[in-house]
């Protein structure tokens, strides 16, 4: 607790301004007095750099994002970047961002483990086990025997090892999931079928698709040593149940599929996960915006508890005005509809206002003067 | 695997409901009502966890990377 606080707490400036303006009075070492003065001083400077009222903060926004976007690479730009995964980057990743996709093309997760495992390869292998989705085709050579009308699993010694797997595991699943009589022969796995070709191919069939072990959605896992400890990345992903695997720690397990963190971890979480994928997105192409400009955008996304996209099914879709949205997207749609319900536009935006030539809500326009007229005797 | 909150994840801020004088007090000094506020869901997962009703107003301390600490609030619906 420093003298400058007392100080400093009588104005409602930011904590980062006041950490800034106390750490250089500490260094000076002035009198309270002085501080006083200094601290009066930046409050007005402050206040003086505040966004005016009326002031067309999104426009500004819009285009403080729009001409960098601009510049970013229109393809789909694949990389080796974090562990060899493929991720998307540049426009693509933006426009997928801002319009909320469901599934974006490259679902990328960063599990972090706890204490326990982090620190061993052999026990971070152990999660990413439980974690990445083993096929029968990962383990072990599949045939159909068509004369006795049985699959045939010939199993690989040395991946059953890597994958931490036993034979009777492997046998037990397969029993359960497909509903059939497995047996083991010298090595080998026999599932058996009813006596129907067909029958044979579509148990084939299923046992190619059947997750062995892991989470279906998690396609692969690389482990990674950063500073002390072992970080798993994840091609695919699914927070809900790797964050319920034994060795995740869940409170730092992060997915770059926007949705999926609005659902598990709610509005607030996706606001920040929108803010941090737009930005790191922008930056590594090399592009400077302003955090400010971002925080607007994700703000507006998410201010009516729902992630919403920015266009047509989202924020750009849902004004109140006809005229607004005809402007934007499908704009005899629009009108048609509009029309059939008899809408009314209250023209109360700044859109709708510039179509029919009338002053807009902004700035100096947002203000009405009014004057009292006193009369005063003399 | 034992419970562990939501709210000490990463990516979430500090929720929690405001008591009903609190709320008042806050819209008297910002001036405005209820409904101008930002929403949050009632099946948010976070506003389950600390039990949030409809109707309520939830603070949301949030570590802003440009104030420092920002303080929000929003409406649950």
Request: aromatic content about 4%.
């Given at each position: 607790?420093?003298?400058y606080?007392?100080?400093?707490?009588?104005?409602?400036?930011?904590?980062t301004?006041?950490v800034?303006?106390?750490?250089?009075?500490?260094?000076l070492k002035v009198?309270k007095?002085?501080?006083?003065e200094v601290?009066?001083?930046?409050y007005r400077?402050y206040?003086?750099?505040?966004?005016?009222?009326g002031?067309?903060?999104?426009?500004?926004?819009?285009?403080?994002?729009?001409?960098?976007?601009?510049?970013?690479?229109?393809?789909t730009?694949h990389?080796a970047?974090?562990?060899?995964?493929?991720?998307t980057?540049?426009?693509?990743?933006?426009?997928?961002?801002?319009?909320?996709r469901?599934?974006?093309s490259?679902?990328?997760?960063?599990?972090?483990?706890?204490e326990?495992?982090?620190?061993?390869?052999?026990?971070?292998?152990?999660v990413?086990?439980?974690?990445?989705?083993?096929?029968?085709?990962?383990?072990?050579?599949?045939?159909?025997?068509i004369r006795?009308l049985?699959?045939?699993?010939n199993?690989?010694?040395?991946?059953?090892k890597?994958?931490?797997?036993?034979?009777d595991?492997?046998r037990?699943?397969?029993?359960?999931?497909?509903?059939?009589?497995?047996?083991?022969?010298n090595g080998?796995?026999i599932v058996?079928s009813?006596?129907?070709?067909?029958?044979?191919?579509?148990?084939?069939?299923?046992?190619?698709?059947?997750?062995?072990?892991g989470?279906?959605?998690?396609?692969?896992?690389?482990?990674?040593?950063?500073?002390?400890?072992?970080?798993l990345?994840?091609e695919?992903?699914?927070?809900?149940?790797?964050?319920?695997v034994?060795?995740?720690?869940?409170?730092?397990?992060i997915?770059?599929?926007?949705?999926?963190?609005?659902?598990?971890?709610g509005?607030?979480?996706?606001?920040?996960?929108?803010?941090?994928?737009?930005?790191?997105t922008?930056?590594?192409?090399?592009?400077?915006?302003?955090?400010?400009h971002i925080?607007?955008?994700a703000?507006?996304?998410?201010a009516?508890?729902e992630?919403?996209?920015?266009?047509?099914?989202g924020?750009a879709?849902?004004?109140?005005?006809?005229?607004?949205?005809a402007?934007?997207?499908?704009?005899?749609?629009?009108?048609l509809?509009?029309a059939?319900?008899?809408?009314?536009?209250?023209?109360s935006g700044i859109?709708?206002?510039?179509?029919?030539?009338?002053?807009?809500k902004?700035?100096t326009?947002?203000?009405?003067?009014?004057t009292?007229?006193?009369?005063?005797?003399? | 695997m034992?419970?562990?909150?939501?709210?000490?994840?990463?990516?979430?801020?500090?929720?929690e409901?405001?008591?009903?004088?609190?709320?008042?007090e806050?819209l008297?000094t910002?001036d405005?009502?209820?409904?101008?506020?930002?929403?949050?869901k009632?099946?948010?997962?976070?506003?389950?966890?600390?039990?949030?009703?409809?109707?309520?107003?939830?603070?949301?301390?949030?570590e802003?990377?440009?104030?420092?600490?920002?303080?929000?609030?929003?409406?649950?619906?």
């Amino acid at each position: 607790m420093s003298k400058y606080d007392s100080v400093l707490n009588k104005y409602p400036i930011p904590d980062t301004i006041k950490v800034e303006i106390k750490e250089k009075l500490e260094e000076l070492k002035v009198t309270k007095k002085v501080a006083g003065e200094v601290a009066e001083r930046c409050y007005r400077a402050y206040l003086t750099n505040l966004m005016e009222p009326g002031e067309a903060a999104g426009i500004v926004a819009a285009q403080s994002i729009g001409e960098p976007g601009t510049q970013m690479t229109m393809r789909t730009f694949h990389y080796a970047g974090v562990a060899e995964i493929d991720v998307t980057l540049g426009l693509p990743r933006l426009i997928e961002i801002l319009d909320v996709r469901k599934n974006p093309s490259t679902p990328l997760m960063t599990i972090r483990l706890t204490e326990e495992y982090a620190k061993d390869r052999n026990k971070a292998r152990e999660v990413a086990n439980r974690i990445e989705a083993t096929y029968i085709v990962d383990i072990a050579d599949v045939e159909t025997d068509i004369r006795n009308l049985v699959i045939v699993v010939n199993l690989d010694e040395k991946a059953l090892k890597r994958k931490q797997l036993t034979i009777d595991e492997i046998r037990k699943k397969i029993e359960k999931s497909l509903k059939t009589e497995v047996v083991e022969e010298n090595g080998n796995l026999i599932v058996k079928s009813e006596p129907s070709y067909k029958v044979l191919m579509d148990l084939f069939d299923k046992l190619k698709k059947l997750v062995l072990a892991g989470i279906k959605e998690i396609r692969r896992v690389i482990i990674r040593k950063e500073d002390d400890e072992y970080i798993l990345y994840t091609e695919g992903s699914n927070l809900k149940k790797v964050s319920k695997v034994k060795g995740v720690d869940f409170t730092r397990t992060i997915t770059n599929n926007i949705y999926e963190i609005y659902e598990v971890l709610g509005i607030e979480a996706a606001r920040n996960a929108v803010i941090e994928e737009a930005i790191s997105t922008l930056e590594e192409q090399g592009l400077e915006v302003d955090i400010r400009h971002i925080m607007l955008v994700a703000d507006t996304m998410t201010a009516d508890g729902e992630l919403k996209q920015i266009g047509r099914h989202g924020v750009a879709g849902e004004k109140q005005s006809i005229l607004a949205r005809a402007a934007f997207e499908m704009t005899v749609n629009n009108l048609l509809d509009a029309a059939v319900r008899g809408d009314r536009d209250r023209l109360s935006g700044i859109t709708e206002n510039i179509i029919v030539g009338q002053p807009i809500k902004l700035g100096t326009g947002d203000v009405e003067l009014i004057t009292r007229y006193t009369r005063t005797k003399k | 695997m034992s419970k562990v909150s939501l709210q000490n994840h990463i990516l979430v801020p500090v929720h929690e409901v405001l008591k009903k004088d609190e709320g008042e007090e806050l819209l008297k000094t910002l001036d405005i009502d209820k409904e101008q506020l930002p929403k949050i869901k009632v099946d948010d997962p976070v506003a389950k966890e600390i039990g949030a009703k409809i109707g309520d107003i939830v603070r949301i301390i949030r570590e802003s990377p440009t104030a420092g600490k920002s303080v929000v609030y929003r409406l649950v619906v």
